[in-house]
């Protein structure tokens, strides 16, 4: 069997209210602080990968000119050039630390390539970056070109060993170009997407805090409402005095003397009912009382058989004389 609750007419009733207000807020606090986390990490070390994506070109078009000033005679080094493209196109892919490179760039730590398509451009660059390493080592040491096995399905019809490789690495710049674009495209869609879905939450956040406000706004009411209820059926006297005179006459006090309430509110004639409201009630010597205490500027309560008098107030002053 259900257990009735028990009737309490002056208990607050909008912690419910504010304890969802709170958790709203709560909520949405860590989506924001959530999803922000998790685009941020998303785009982590972007400009570096861009940074290394973008220099794979620069590199590639070095190697050649090793090669060639090596055929040439002159002192050059294009193991080292190779080695900074195999292990970039390699850190690119799978993550790690780039390495430096001579008079430009710094080790940069690099994250995983995520995302099909820019996987795939980067297994593809690795690929060819394979194809014009074997192809320049073939170079150097006096073997043909067309020998070395291409792994990246390159159709090549040149042979000319110098011709093949600059195309090599005109393929290999073109796809470290096209993977450098895709990674910078992706990291604007993750800040347009962190942008939107801000917005988004912001808009559900403050639609969700107007209806939780409606709602302590209504149960605010209906307490209200209720206790006004209680307070005007009860048959307490009670009158409430300022400097423009009485303010506040309830109903039981406008009904003993026989007059509306508009009728004794902001005059003097209210001082004028007293006798009548202590004869009512049978307190002829709390008349001078009450006069007193109705007039002056402190607090006055007449109860039973017993009267108090409160300390002197800057406010409303305000006298309440208990039922017969």
Same mark, same amino acid.
């Given at each position: 069997?259900?257990?009735?609750?028990?009737?309490?007419?002056?208990?607050?009733?909008? &912690?419910?209210?504010?304890?969802?207000?709170?958790?709203?807020?709560?909520?949405?606090?860590?989506?924001?602080? #959530?999803?922000?986390?998790?685009?941020?990490?998303?785009?982590?070390?972007?400009?570096?990968?861009?940074?290394?994506?973008?220099?794979?070109?620069?590199?590639?078009?070095?190697?050649?000119?090793?090669?060639?000033?090596? !055929?040439?005679?002159?002192?050059? @080094?294009?193991?080292?050039?190779?080695?900074?493209?195999?292990?970039?196109?390699?850190?690119?892919?799978?993550?790690?630390?780039?390495?430096?490179? /001579?008079?430009?760039?710094?080790?940069?730590?690099?994250?995983?390539?995520?995302?099909?398509?820019?996987?795939?451009?980067?297994? &593809?660059?690795?690929?060819?970056?394979? =194809?014009?390493?074997?192809?320049?080592?073939?170079?150097? /040491?006096?073997?043909?070109?067309?020998?070395? !096995?291409?792994?990246?399905?390159?159709?090549?019809?040149?042979?000319?060993?110098?011709?093949?490789?600059?195309?090599?690495?005109?393929?290999?710049? @073109?796809?470290?170009?096209?993977?450098?674009?895709?990674?910078?495209?992706?990291? =604007?869609?993750? $800040?347009?997407?962190?942008?939107?879905?801000?917005?988004?939450?912001?808009?559900?956040?403050?639609?969700?805090?107007?209806?939780?406000?409606?709602?302590?706004?209504?149960?605010?009411?209906?307490?209200?409402? /209720?206790?006004?209820?209680?307070?005007?059926?009860?048959?307490?006297?009670?009158?409430?005095?300022?400097?423009?005179?009485?303010?506040?006459?309830?109903?039981?006090?406008?009904?003993?003397?026989?007059?509306?309430?508009?009728?004794?509110?902001?005059?003097?004639?209210?001082?004028?009912?007293?006798?009548? $409201?202590?004869?009512?009630?049978? !307190? /002829?010597?709390?008349?001078?009382?009450?006069?007193?205490?109705?007039?002056?500027?402190?607090?006055?309560?007449?109860? #039973?058989?017993?009267?108090?008098?409160?300390?002197?107030?800057?406010?409303?002053?305000?006298?309440?004389?208990?039922?017969?």
């Amino acid at each position: 069997m259900r257990r009735r609750q028990a009737f309490r007419p002056f208990a607050s009733r909008g &912690q419910r209210t504010f304890a969802a207000i709170l958790a709203t807020f709560a909520l949405f606090s860590a989506l924001s602080v #959530g999803v922000l986390v998790r685009s941020t990490s998303r785009s982590q070390y972007k400009a570096s990968v861009l940074e290394v994506a973008a220099r794979q070109r620069t590199l590639a078009e070095r190697y050649v000119k090793e090669i060639l000033l090596v !055929r040439a005679g002159t002192q050059a @080094n294009p193991r080292y050039v190779g080695g900074l493209l195999r292990t970039s196109a390699e850190t690119l892919l799978e993550g790690g630390v780039a390495p430096a490179v /001579h008079g430009d760039d710094d080790e940069t730590k690099l994250s995983a390539a995520s995302g099909s398509l820019v996987r795939g451009q980067l297994k &593809q660059e690795r690929r060819l970056v394979n =194809d014009l390493l074997a192809t320049g080592a073939a170079v150097l /040491h006096g073997n043909p070109a067309t020998s070395v !096995r291409l792994t990246a399905q390159e159709r090549l019809k040149v042979t000319d060993p110098v011709a093949r490789l600059r195309v090599l690495a005109a393929l290999t710049s @073109n796809v470290s170009l096209n993977a450098a674009r895709t990674i910078g495209t992706a990291n =604007d869609r993750n $800040i347009n997407n962190l942008i939107t879905i801000q917005m988004i939450l912001g808009l559900v956040g403050f639609l969700a805090s107007l209806l939780l406000g409606w709602a302590l706004i209504a149960a605010t009411r209906r307490q209200a409402v /209720h206790f006004r209820s209680l307070v005007t059926s009860s048959t307490d006297l009670v009158l409430v005095f300022g400097a423009g005179g009485c303010r506040y006459v309830s109903h039981s006090v406008a009904k003993m003397v026989g007059r509306e309430d508009r009728q004794l509110l902001g005059t003097s004639s209210t001082g004028s009912s007293i006798p009548t $409201i202590s004869r009512s009630c049978g !307190r /002829h010597t709390r008349t001078a009382s009450l006069r007193r205490r109705f007039s002056g500027s402190g607090t006055g309560s007449a109860s #039973g058989g017993t009267s108090k008098r409160a300390s002197p107030t800057s406010g409303p002053t305000a006298a309440s004389a208990a039922s017969c």
